[in-house]
Structure formats: C-alpha cells, structure tokens
C-alpha cells in the first residue's frame, strides 16, 4: 500500500529485449482486466531485457497475474 493505494508490484529479470507485454490480472472469478502493457529493454547490454512495473489495484485483489505476449500467448503467470 502507498498513500492508501494497494499496488501489485511486477518484475521481469529475464526476458526478450523489445517485446511488449500486456499485463492481465485474473479475479478469482476468471474476470480478466488489463494492467497496462510495457516494453522490456535491454539497458545493460546483456542480452536479456528485464523491468519492474507497480499496478494500481482497485477492488478485490487479483488470484493471477499473466504477462501474454503480441501472439496472445501466455508468457508469464503467477498465483497468489
């Protein structure tokens, strides 16, 4: 919580530089809301992208958060 806001806190450390990602918070009740969409960069040069992203939440508090790639597919899930 900051400033009485509840956030769900993302962060990628291994991923492809220059894809976009759409973020995806899943209720318990399969509703499925956007959480915004970023491009992960390579600033280190290393080769691999990585990135750290604060979601505003509002409501009940999501059971699963996806990462779905331009294809639509799931790149990433987590459950809580």
């Given at each position: 919580?900051?400033?009485g806001?509840?956030?769900?806190v993302?962060?990628?450390?291994s991923?492809?530089?220059?894809?976009?990602?759409?973020?995806?918070?899943?209720?318990?009740?399969?509703?499925?809301?956007?959480?915004?969409?970023?491009?992960?960069?390579?600033e280190?040069?290393?080769?691999?992208?990585?990135?750290?992203?604060?979601?505003?939440?509002s409501?009940?508090a999501?059971?699963?958060?996806?990462?779905?790639?331009?294809s639509?597919?799931?790149?990433?899930r987590?459950?809580?």
């Amino acid at each position: 919580t900051l400033s009485g806001r509840s956030y769900l806190v993302l962060n990628v450390t291994s991923g492809r530089p220059g894809v976009r990602y759409d973020c995806i918070l899943v209720g318990r009740d399969g509703s499925r809301t956007s959480g915004g969409s970023w491009v992960l960069t390579d600033e280190y040069g290393t080769g691999a992208a990585s990135g750290s992203w604060l979601v505003p939440l509002s409501g009940d508090a999501p059971a699963s958060v996806e990462l779905v790639a331009p294809s639509g597919t799931v790149w990433s899930r987590g459950t809580f």
